[in-house]
T-cell receptor
């Protein structure tokens, strides 16, 4: 089945550090990948849509300079949290959808727990 | 905009009980509807989906029917097991498939032996 790998699974770092999270589709090509954020006991909120070879589309209220997204290939998208602060601590989840045809479900990575001290 | 409302949890049931988790939605056009499950310590997994009105999605004994007239996609299972304990998310994607998913807040299901 379709597998999405997200790395790292957990990051603990100091305030001011930039953190990169990778999302890979292991056995399929994904023109589009999505980045979500989940606060404790809350739903997943879509942050941005990552499009291979073009700029990401950010949801309202998400700072594009804060959350840099690069989708350089059909199997890899990265999210970089720049100059992270404690309020950026959260659970970040990526998903990917197979390129061909509409109606395909999204396949999710296992998420990255980011803790900023 | 799109929104998904699902019943608050936690929902606690005994093994072999009947399960219903309500989900209603607001969306423009004709969305696709999904149920995802998140087992403890794991990522989200697609449980079932329906892409048009009156479709019934089913998997692992769970079912949900896309009801356009009531804008609902309630999740049901006839006899739950302890292993069904997890958080269940109802979600939609706008018609056309280009958008990310809009999720409900999730319902924590606890099945007791």
């Amino acid at each position: 089945g379709a597998v999405v790998s997200q790395h790292p699974s957990r990051v603990i770092c100091k305030s001011g550090t930039s953190v990169k999270i990778e999302c890979r589709s292991l056995d399929f090509q994904a023109t589009t990948m999505f980045w979500y954020r989940q606060f404790p006991k809350q739903s997943l909120m879509l942050m941005a849509t990552s499009n291979e070879g073009s700029k990401a589309t950010y949801e309202q209220g998400v700072e594009k300079d804060k959350f840099l997204i690069n989708h350089a290939s059909l199997t890899l998208s990265t999210l970089t949290v720049t100059s992270a602060h404690p309020e950026d601590s959260s659970f970040y989840i990526c998903s990917a959808r197979k390129t061909v045809t509409s109606g395909q479900p999204q396949h999710f990575g296992d998420g990255t727990r980011l803790s900023i001290l | 905009g799109n929104s998904v409302t699902q019943m608050e949890g936690p929902v606690t049931l005994s093994e072999e009980a009947f399960l219903t988790i309500n989900c209603t939605y607001t969306a423009t056009g004709y969305p696709s509807l999904f149920w995802y499950v998140q087992y403890p310590g794991e990522g989200l997994q697609l449980l079932l989906k329906a892409t048009k009105a009156d479709d019934k999605g089913s998997n692992k004994g769970f079912e949900a029917t896309y009801r356009k007239e009531t804008t609902s996609f309630h999740l049901e299972k006839g006899s739950v097991q302890v292993s069904d304990s997890a958080v269940y998310f109802c979600a939609l994607r706008s018609g056309g498939g280009a958008d990310g998913l809009t999720f409900g807040k999730g319902t924590h299901l606890i099945i007791q032996p």
